[in-house]
């Protein structure tokens, strides 16, 4: 297996693979341009938008800045609006649903790494590294997430859902709820 492959299918693998890292520095150039657009060159940010993201539906909306590792295993649904300062760290598939409001500062994360230092670092002195794996995220069609919002590995938030502001989201969210807090936990039914 390539590192990628092993990347996207959660085992551990080297984030410095030269296929990673070209992939890495393409997003980084094509971020870098989009973050620097005046707003009103809608059609040059939207044509950004299209080789940077695997998918990316109509009427989607981000606010620059906006940050991510490979934007390639990034997928957004039509009419979701993303707003300022977004962090998506899309070492695997990152997928969001239509008509998603994701507020400022929200951060997604796909990446994880061994809890004990011995079990993360590996090698020492200049050749030290540590192991990474991933797991996807998934957000379903009419999802509004609060600000400063971070959103763990692995978890998969249903339709129809609120997340409040300054959550942690470490677990699944079903279907039609508002969930809050940190850890996030489901508050009603709605």
Known sequence: MTEKQKMLAGQAYDSRDPELLKAYHRARKLLQQYNTLYSENLEERDRIL???FEKKGSGVWIEAPFFCDYGEHISIGDNTFV????????NNKISIGRNGLIAPYVQIYTATHPLKASER??????D???????????IGDNVWIGGNTVIFPGVTIGDNVTIGAGSVVTKNIPDNVLAYGNPCRVIKEM
Not at 121 to 126: D, E, F, L, Q, Y
Request: glycine residues 10%; hydrophobic residues 35%; aromatic residues 8%.
């Open 50 to 52: 299209g080789e940077l």
């Open 83 to 90: 707003n300022t300062n977004c962090i998506f760290l899309d």
């Open 121 to 126: 670092i590996i090698g020492k002195g200049k």
């Open 128 to 138: 030290a590294r540590y192991l990474t794996a991933s797991q996807p995220v998934t």
